[in-house]
Every structure is written in structure tokens, then in C-alpha cells.
């Protein structure tokens, strides 16, 4: 009777330890998700205003085609865009909500590049459970190139942003294919695919893990009984109508200018690419400092760990990374931002390697592996750790470097430019420039069709003399601003000359660097 009585008692005792001990690990985990959270939106406000363009010309591209949008202007009709339409559409309310200024459009960026940090929690968590999803955020909060791509007036970082949600919300779908939560997933996974890739093109990468996750489904589906597989197969029906709904509701609106947006989005790039064909000998010594990262060691480690552990999950990893290495490998010209897209891939293959521990069954039919695991475990941990606290470090460099570059000689001469470029023309008046930062800073605003006077574009004869002298001599346009040499391009050598014959000369900067006036 005593005996009975004791056992009672503990019982009780035991699961009452049990909860507090859950209760304590679901306000710690959770405490700890906030925590990041909150440290990641500090980390992208902090000196997001600085006035100085971060990529050198792309911000400048950017501001001046939100500019021309509160103008009234429409994309690939008055404006030239040479990006898929959601990034900037993305943007452009947070530019004008919170005062259509250079911060406010970099807060656009940040805004969704937070988004970024629910598709690492998600992709963590399935993969390596709670530690998985803290070491996910984790890399991505502090990986260097994605915090300064969360900062800049690009595409890049909210492109990366989705493709890591819709791959973590494709193996969210893959783990509860079916039911309410099945279709969900599967539609979410549909709409952020489509977000994704109009964002920027190089994410198409994504469709390749995601349709290695749907061929296994459809072999799982392939092996029930025949009067259950067409309800196995709605979810993923679900998805791809999603993702093709997603796809025409942001191309309906510019269904009028659509030969122009594919030229301008895909017949570009493909003729930038003949014309740069020279320089893809070059995309192996750029892509090599990305895999020469010990955040790509990490990513090695948890992949040989994953396969060891005969976590097949890896598998879509592999191939997403594979993948995305091809794409930057073929793309002409690479730039430095590009390489972001390398950052999910690694830090998934970082993150698997902590390991599932619900899923002992493989497991335990290898002593060996049983004993290693947890081992294994620690020392991607610590890999990840060790990564972490590198990248700080280069985070605060960069920092560093950002408030320099706000000071430097370059950053007063673009300011004094601006100075005087806002005192020699009205707020309705338009410049033509090659140096589309200064016109944002001096609040003028260039032509539509002439945001972007990059190199490429001019290059490739997507920008000829001809139309820029028709550009020039639209009665709008009172300036001219040469500053970045892109002007004096042979291409386009004649258009000096032009100038000087219909304006005159109001400021010389030296070294080419001049302001036109009518």
C-alpha cells in the first residue's frame, strides 16, 4: 500500500519536471529566435543611409527608377529595367511610405531581407530541428555579403531572401505533404518560387532542389494503391497552379509592353553575354573566394556528415548548390554580388550536418554511426560557431569601410556635383547622366528611358548615340552630367561633341568630369 502510494506521488512529480523543462526549452529557443531577430534588424538599419552608392552604380539605377515610378512613369514602357518586375514593385512602397528618399529605399531591401530569416528558420528546423533553425539564422545574420546586399539598393538580397523561403517552405511541404498543411505549403512553395525568380533570374536555380523534393513525392505517390494517388497528387497541382497564377498576376499589368520586357529582361542579358564572352574565364578566380570560405568547409563537413548519417535529405542540397556554381559560372559578366547566391545552398549543407535526431531508425542499425553522431554534431556546431564569429568580424570591416567610403574625397566631390547640379536646373527639369546616384542626391531626376547608362547596356548597343541625342534634345532635359566616363565610351565616343554643341559648359570637375547646362 505504501509502496503504491509513493509511486503515485512520483509520477505526478516527474511530469510536472518534464513540462517545466519543456516550458523552460520553448522560452529559451523562442527567446533566443526574437533575440537574432531583433539583432538582425539593428544590424541593417545601422548607417543604411550613408550617402554614398555601396555598389559603385547600381543604387544610383535603382533610386532613379523608383524616381521615375512617383513620376508616373511605367516599367518597360517610358522606363528602361532590365531586372523581372517584383523587386522593384517590392520596393517601391516602402520608398514611398516612408519618404521617398535613398534610406527609404534601402529600407525596402532590409525589410525583405528579413524575410530571409524565416526561410532559414524554417529550412534549419526541418533539417536539424531547433539548433538548426538558431544556427541557420544565425550564418545568414551574420554572413557578409548578404548583410551588405541587405543594405543596398539591389535585387540580390531580396531575391535571396525568397529563394531560401521557398525552399525551406518546400521541405516544410515534402515533411507534411498532405492534408490543410500539405496544400498550404505546397501553394506558399508555388507563390515564393515565382517571387523568387522575378526578382532576379539567377534564382531559377531554385526549381532544382524543389523538383528533386516533388520527384520523390511522386515516387512515394507511384507506390500507394491507385484509388489514393490522385488525391497524393492535388497538393502538387496546387503548387504549380499557384506558382503560374503568381507568375501572370505580376505580368498582367504589363501585358501592353510585353516584347519589351523580354527583350529588356532576357534578350539583353543573352547579348551582354556574347559581348562579355571574353571575360567567363574569369568567373572561376571570382567564385573562388566564396568556395574558399570557411562557411563552404562548414557547408562540406555537414554534407559528408548528412551522407554518413544516410540523410537523404542532403541530396536536393547538393543539387541546389551544384546548380547554383553552373549558373554563376555561365553568367556574363559576373559581378561580386552575384556570388549570394551561393550563400543558401551553403549555409542548408552547413546546417544539416548538426543532424535530425528523429531519425534514430537509420541510426540505430550502425553502432558505429550511433556512438559517432553525436560527436559529429559538435563539431558542426562548432564549425558554425567558428564561422559565426569570422564573419562578425568581417561585418565590422565592412562597417568600417562604409563610414570611410561616406567621408572619403570621391563621396564630397558626388556631393558637391549634387550641390550644384540641384542649383542649376528646377525639380521639373530632367538630367542626362551617367552617374545616376548624384542626380538622386541633388533630388533631380533623369530621364525614364535613360536610368541606366550602364556599360553593358551601351555595350551591347542597347543604348546608342542616336538615342541618346533624342533623349538629350527633349525640351524636359536641361543638364547634362558627365562623371563616370561611361559617356566617353567608343561606342558612343560622338556624343561629347553633341553636347558641347547644344550646351554649354557650367562646371569642370577635371578629369572629364563636367556639367552641361541649356
Not at 163 to 192: C, D, H, N, Q
Not at 363 to 370: D, F, M, Q
Amino acid at each position: 500500500m505504501y509502496a503504491s502510494t509513493v509511486t503515485h506521488d512520483i509520477a505526478p512529480e516527474k511530469t510536472q519536471r518534464a513540462q517545466r523543462y519543456s516550458n523552460w526549452q520553448n522560452l529559451l529557443f523562442w527567446g533566443i529566435v526574437v533575440a537574432l531577430v531583433v539583432v538582425a534588424i539593428g544590424m541593417r538599419l545601422y548607417h543604411l543611409g550613408v550617402p554614398f552608392d555601396r555598389d559603385g552604380y547600381d543604387e544610383g539605377v535603382y533610386w532613379q527608377t523608383l524616381r521615375s515610378m512617383s513620376a508616373g512613369s511605367i516599367l518597360y514602357k517610358q522606363i528602361f529595367y532590365s531586372q523581372p518586375p517584383f523587386f522593384i514593385l517590392s520596393t517601391f512602397p516602402g520608398y514611398v511610405l516612408f519618404g521617398s528618399s535613398l534610406w527609404s529605399a534601402r529600407l525596402g531591401i532590409a525589410l525583405v531581407s528579413l524575410l530571409g530569416l524565416l526561410g532559414a528558420f524554417v529550412l534549419g528546423k526541418v533539417l536539424s530541428e531547433r539548433l538548426g533553425a538558431i544556427a541557420a539564422m544565425l550564418l545568414l545574420i551574420v554572413n557578409p555579403i548578404y548583410l551588405a546586399e541587405s543594405q543596398t539598393l539591389q535585387a540580390e538580397a531580396s531575391s535571396t531572401a525568397l529563394s531560401l523561403l521557398a525552399v525551406g517552405l518546400a521541405y516544410l511541404w515534402w515533411k507534411y505533404p498532405a492534408g490543410t498543411r500539405g496544400f498550404m505549403y505546397a501553394a506558399l512553395t508555388g507563390i515564393t518560387i515565382t517571387l523568387s525568380i522575378m526578382c532576379k533570374l539567377l534564382s531559377v536555380s531554385i526549381i532544382v532542389p524543389i523538383a528533386f523534393l516533388m520527384a520523390t513525392r511522386l515516387w512515394h505517390i507511384w507506390q500507394k494503391q491507385s484509388g489514393t494517388r490522385l488525391s497524393a497528387l492535388l497538393p502538387i497541382l496546387v503548387g504549380i497552379v499557384a506558382c503560374i497564377l503568381t507568375f501572370v498576376v505580376l505580368i498582367l499589368p504589363y501585358a501592353g509592353s510585353y516584347q519589351t520586357l523580354l527583350q529588356s529582361v532576357i534578350t539583353f542579358h543573352s547579348t551582354a553575354a556574347q559581348v562579355y564572352s571574353y571575360s567567363q574565364q574569369q568567373n572561376i578566380a571570382t567564385i573562388q573566394s566564396v568556395l574558399t570560405s570557411l562557411l563552404t568547409l562548414t557547408a562540406f563537413f555537414g554534407m559528408l556528415a548528412a551522407l554518413v548519417r544516410r540523410d537523404w535529405r542532403v541530396l536536393p542540397l547538393i543539387a541546389w548548390f551544384v546548380a547554383t556554381l553552373y549558373l554563376l559560372w555561365h553568367q556574363v559578366p559576373l559581378f561580386q554580388h552575384h556570388l549570394i547566391a551561393l550563400t543558401p545552398p551553403l549555409i542548408a549543407l552547413a546546417v544539416i550536418g548538426i543532424g535530425n535526431h528523429g531519425l534514430k531508425s537509420k541510426e540505430s542499425s550502425n553502432n558505429i554511426l550511433s556512438k559517432a553522431n553525436p560527436y559529429i554534431t559538435w563539431i558542426s556546431i562548432a564549425l558554425i560557431l567558428l564561422t559565426a564569429v569570422l564573419n562578425v568580424q568581417q561585418d565590422r570591416v565592412y562597417y568600417r569601410t562604409a563610414v570611410a567610403s561616406s567621408t572619403s574625397g570621391l563621396t564630397r566631390l558626388e556631393s558637391k556635383v549634387a550641390t550644384d547640379l540641384r542649383k542649376a536646373i528646377s525639380a521639373d527639369q530632367l538630367v542626362v547622366t551617367d552617374a545616376q546616384f548624384i542626380a538622386g542626391l541633388a533630388d533631380r531626376n533623369t530621364s525614364p528611358d535613360l536610368v541606366d547608362t550602364s556599360a553593358v547596356r551601351i555595350t551591347s548597343h542597347y543604348l546608342t548615340l542616336s538615342q541618346l541625342e533624342n533623349a538629350t534634345s527633349q525640351p524636359q532635359v536641361h543638364a547634362v552630367l558627365f562623371f563616370t566616363g561611361r559617356f566617353y565610351l567608343p561606342d558612343i565616343a560622338g556624343y561629347h561633341s553633341w553636347v558641347a554643341q547644344h550646351f554649354h559648359l557650367l562646371r569642370n570637375y577635371g578629369a572629364g568630369r563636367e556639367l552641361w547646362i541649356r
